[in-house]
């Protein structure tokens, strides 16, 4: 049975993505192979940090509980880079056997296709397309877009109009079938030159998302 890397596990609501604002029990994965300019969760990926090693069916109890003592039905496996976990699939699979719903939120680096196909029921990927500003854009698995379903979610963090400049070509080149969000890097640029640029380029199939943890509680807050 696989063992997990875990920095920290939480309640609370899903800052973005198609599930924001609802209840979900957050799994926080060590480590992670990129470094985005503006990762708002460095010290996860740090050689030093400290986690808990956890087998699947200790998460599954951690799942379970939480679902009995807060009536949610979802678990949001993060990081870091949660595919990383080279075991994620039996996870999927032990949450979805005790009527648990699994979000990956993944940085696009990495394949999705290998642990759709181990996991039982699909799991709904959040994925990110890392843009310039992150300085990752090259390390983009980019078979990974037409392979994102109605029920995933892609995810255009900007920090600047170059990056909605090319948010918006990778839209038009690849056309994808998911939900689509731009995301401000907090701070970074003002959610409403992003709107005018939505506007501009005839955006109508995309949202744009705050992140909402950021505006409830301090920017800088973990495990919330
Ligand atoms: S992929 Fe996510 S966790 Fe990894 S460095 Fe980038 S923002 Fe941070």
Known sequence: ????????????????????GELALFM?????????DWCDTKWANS??????EKTVSQLADIAKSAAEEYGLHRVTL???????????????NALNDIGIDVEIETNGSVPIVPVAEKSGVRPEFTMDYKLPSSGMESRMCL??????????TLKFVCASREDLERAAEVLEEY????KVYLSPVF????????????????LGRVNL?????????????RGV
């Open 78 to 92: 993060t990081g870091g880079e949660p595919l990383l976990q080279k075991d994620i699939a039996e996870l999927i």
């Open 143 to 152: 078979e990974n877009l037409p392979q994102l379903k109605d029920s995933d």
């Open 1 to 20: 049975m696989g063992t997990f890397k875990l920095v920290e596990s939480f309640v609370s609501i899903n800052g973005e993505g198609r599930f924001a």
């Open 187 to 202: 701070g970074r640029i003002e959610p409403k030159d992003m709107v005018e640029f939505m506007k501009e380029k005839k």
């Open 28 to 36: 926080r994965f060590a480590g992670c192979n990129l470094q985005c």
């Open 209 to 221: 998302q705050l992140q909402l943890h950021k505006f409830i509680w301090d920017p800088n807050e």
């Open 47 to 52: 050689a030093d940090v400290a986690y808990t």
């Open 175 to 178: 056309k994808p079938v998911c």
